[in-house]
């Protein structure tokens, strides 16, 4: 069996050798209870491979020896990066899009406040809950062996979100669109090399919000008739647009 890959930051490495701590220590120590001798491989931020061994396991540290580095950062599995332009959820629905959505292969997460988010982030909170968010996406990464984790981002508005987007092809999912399919929306862009995707939370889109989206070049589509959760809506079109453009 190859050796296990966990993903790491470069700081991590100094003189050959990485010294973790934290939630990747209790992973690979009380988890997986590895031992000194183990091969492991460290992935770090930038898609670099670091082959070790575990050198020692202490009360609360792992040391890995390093003995081969490749900085050839592969490149990410999918070439379709897609973001997902998600309004805050109720309590940990957000977990679940980020976790199931890394599995299939997001490029990353741009976390916006609907005007219906019952869900509030106040400035004082942004950083912890980013911090959170980030380390969800990151042990959803190691995983699943990714090779980069997609990064997670906080917009306080709608407004901002929309105005940030600047790819390829830009769809908002709206229930209420009763004439354009995905199908006919991506054959107008045929080949995107990025494509953003609006949800609405679990009340949904205030219209005002969907008339700003759309003056930013975003395009509403229908997933069917059914009315899906703002988390299934989330996962199911990061499966269907890695499945259409994507590397599934
Ligand atoms: N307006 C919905 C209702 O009446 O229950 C509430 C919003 S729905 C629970 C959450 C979000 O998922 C929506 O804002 C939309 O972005 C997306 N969504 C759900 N079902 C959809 C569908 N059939 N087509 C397109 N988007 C959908």
């Given at each position: 069996m190859g050796s296990r890959r966990f993903m790491i930051h470069s700081?991590?490495?100094?003189d050959g050798s990485a010294t973790l701590d934290g939630e990747l220590f209790r992973h690979m120590a009380?988890?997986?209870?590895l031992s000194a001798g183990d091969p492991v491989t460290l992935v770090d931020e930038q898609g670099g491979e670091h082959d070790g061994v575990i050198a020692s396991i202490g009360r609360e540290l792992v040391t890995v020896t390093i003995t081969r580095s490749n900085h050839e950062p592969l490149p990410e599995a999918s070439s379709l990066r897609i973001t997902v332009c998600q309004a805050l959820p109720k309590g940990e629905k957000i977990d679940l899009i980020l976790q199931k959505g890394t599995e299939l292969g997001a490029y990353d997460f741009w976390l916006f406040g609907g005007s219906r988010s019952v869900a509030r982030v106040r400035d004082d909170q942004r950083d912890l809950k980013l911090e959170r968010w980030n380390r969800i996406a990151a042990g959803a990464a190691r995983q699943c062996g990714r090779r980069t984790v997609p990064a997670v981002h906080w917009y306080p508005t709608a407004a901002e979100a929309a105005a940030a987007a600047t790819h390829d092809l830009r769809l908002i999912l709206w229930e209420?669109?009763?004439?354009?399919s995905l199908k006919n929306r991506l054959d107008g862009t045929p080949d995107p090399g990025s494509v953003i995707v609006a949800i609405g939370p679990e009340?949904?889109?205030?219209p005002r919000e969907t008339d700003l989206f759309i003056r930013h070049g975003f395009q509403s589509v229908s997933l069917g008739t059914r009315i899906l959760r703002t988390e299934t809506a989330a996962i199911a079109i990061v499966a269907i647009l890695q499945y259409i453009g994507g590397d599934i």
């Open positions: 700081r991590t490495i100094q009380r988890v997986l209870r209420e669109e009763r004439t354009s009340g949904g889109f205030d």
